[in-house]
């Protein structure tokens, strides 16, 4: 595998459901990210991970959870979402080392639907 | 607080066309800019990347260039085909913040 990868690709999940949505860098990155894509809105950050450790967090609900285990893994944990969650989710990776040079890349994404 | 726009939103051209793709932001003070094209439901995938000390950067067929002065990027697209249709965005990197991306220009290349 090369890129950033994410799993699922597809998800459709019930309001009172739990599961996670998993981001794999094979970059040697140091810095993650998740974003959410909804229609017709830009692309906003939620949460930002460098070196493992959660840097900026842009008041997100707390239905939404983060983890960062090692520098190369991102997972988006997701409990009793609501229907208007229902967006495309985005993980990118940066190097991370140098906050001039910190070109972006983008995994597939996973397409959610909350019914 | 730094904000991204777009313009035009959505471009309809005829295969061959040379285009210009427009992204304007308030603050100045940047790091970098990044392009990058997205395909329906996909992911977003890295065109160019301008430091804030360079004025323009090429990759192929695009060319991008930076006026920080003037809070204005331009993607210039030659020859364009239809498998350039897609979503353009633009993401400029404030000091102090993380990326801020613009609401995209929606690119059509007819045949």
Same mark, same amino acid.
């Given at each position: $595998?090369? @890129?950033?990868?994410?799993?699922? /690709?597809?998800?459709?999940? @019930? ?8 981001? $794999? ?17 830009p ?28 520098? &190369? ?10 229907? $208007? ?12 080392? &140098?906050? &001039? ?5 983008? @995994?597939?994404?996973? /397409?959610?639907?909350?019914? | 607080?730094?904000?991204v726009t777009q ?11 040379? =285009?210009?793709?427009?992204c304007s932001f ?21 065109? =160019? ?12 067929? =695009?060319?991008?260039? =930076? ?22 965005l633009c993401a ?8 801020v991306f613009g609401p995209g ?7």
């Amino acid at each position: $595998e090369t @890129g950033v990868t994410q799993t699922p /690709r597809h998800l459709v999940m @019930g309001m009172t459901n739990k599961k996670s949505l998993k981001c $794999e860098q094979h970059l040697g990155h140091n810095a993650m990210y998740w974003y959410k894509q909804s229609a017709k809105k830009p692309l906003e950050l939620m949460f930002v991970y460098s070196l493992e450790e959660r840097v900026e967090n842009n008041s997100v609900p707390s239905r939404f959870s983060p983890e960062c285990p090692n520098s &190369s893994h991102l997972f988006l944990h997701l409990h009793t979402l609501q229907p $208007e969650d229902s967006a495309l989710y985005l993980c990118a990776s940066s190097p991370g080392n &140098s906050i &001039s040079y910190n070109e972006q890349f983008f @995994g597939p994404g996973t /397409r959610l639907t909350v019914l | 607080k730094q904000e991204v726009t777009q313009i035009p939103a959505a471009l309809s051209v005829p295969e061959g066309e040379n =285009l210009v793709l427009n992204c304007s932001f308030t603050d100045s003070a940047i790091y970098n800019l990044q392009w990058f094209r997205q395909d329906p439901g996909k992911g977003l995938t890295s065109l =160019l990347l301008i430091q804030s000390s360079q004025r323009e950067q090429t990759s192929g067929r =695009l060319n991008a260039s =930076l006026d920080k002065s003037s809070g204005r990027s331009t993607l210039y697209i030659a020859a364009s085909q239809p498998g350039d249709s897609a979503t353009y965005l633009c993401a400029v990197r404030p000091r102090g913040q993380n990326f801020v991306f613009g609401p995209g220009t929606r690119l059509s290349v007819l045949p």
